[in-house]
């Protein structure tokens, strides 16, 4: 099938795209989310892509919930981006099936082009400026944290926000904690004191 739904097995499929930079902790956040899934009783098959172990090198991580043969995620049936840096969400993007949704750490919006492109295709693309709410809150490298927060204020990431905050409070970090807070209240429909701490991160 090309998108999300109910498949044979009565199972509900999802595959999710991570992308980013060495360093931005894209594999972190892959494993805390497959774990999260597979809590939940979810089959999970994650494969992680180019250049794992090289600092300023490209990430890619394919996860697959619901049950899959094929490790990899074919471009044109991803039903969700999660794009840790402005460059690799643009490489990426392609990935992404009509009707899906792209969540990007990015202080300025997409050109208008491919915008235009995406909304062709009825793809819901959001960015956030993940890091520098990260580093409001003491360190650049829970951006990661930060927009998976942000999109689980959406119904487009399949894991319940609550699974992923108990997931979060296992590795006993503290900080992991807020920076999910703080890209949930970023997100449409927040609390005023979220969207004034969106807008101090962005410079506004």
């Known amino acids: 099938m090309s998108e999300a739904g109910s498949q044979p ?3 509900v499929h999802h595959r999710l795209l991570l992308a980013g930079i060495g360093g931005q902790g894209v594999i972190f956040a892959t494993r805390l989310l ?3 899934a597979a809590a939940m009783g979810l089959p999970v098959l994650a494969s992680e892509t180019h250049g794992m172990t090289q600092r300023g090198g490209s990430v890619l991580a394919h996860l697959k919930l619901g049950g899959s043969k094929a490790p990899l995620i074919r471009w044109g049936t991803a039903d969700l981006l999660l794009a840790f840096d402005r460059d690799e969400a643009l490489r990426n993007l392609p990935f992404l099936r009509s009707g899906g949704s792209a969540f990007i750490n990015a202080a300025e919006e997409l050109p208008s082009e491919v ?3 995406l909304q062709s295709r009825a793809i819901q693309a959001h960015c956030l400026p993940a890091t520098q709410l990260a580093v409001a809150l003491g360190s650049a490298a829970v951006a990661n944290v930060v927009l998976i927060g942000y ?4 119904s487009s990431l399949p894991i319940p926000l609550e699974r992923i905050r108990e997931a979060l409070a296992q590795l006993g970090q503290e900080l992991n904690l807020r920076a999910l807070q703080a890209g ?3 997100a449409p429909g927040a609390t005023a004191e979220g969207r004034r701490a ?3 991160a ?3």
């Not at 999109?151 to 959406?154: E, K, L």
């Open 34 to 36: 497959a774990r999260t």
């Open 198 to 200: 969106m807008a101090r």
């Open 151 to 154: 999109a689980a204020a959406h």
């Open 184 to 186: 949930v209240e970023a």
């Open 9 to 11: 097995d009565g199972l």
């Open 202 to 204: 962005a410079g506004t």
């Open 115 to 117: 915008v235009q492109a």
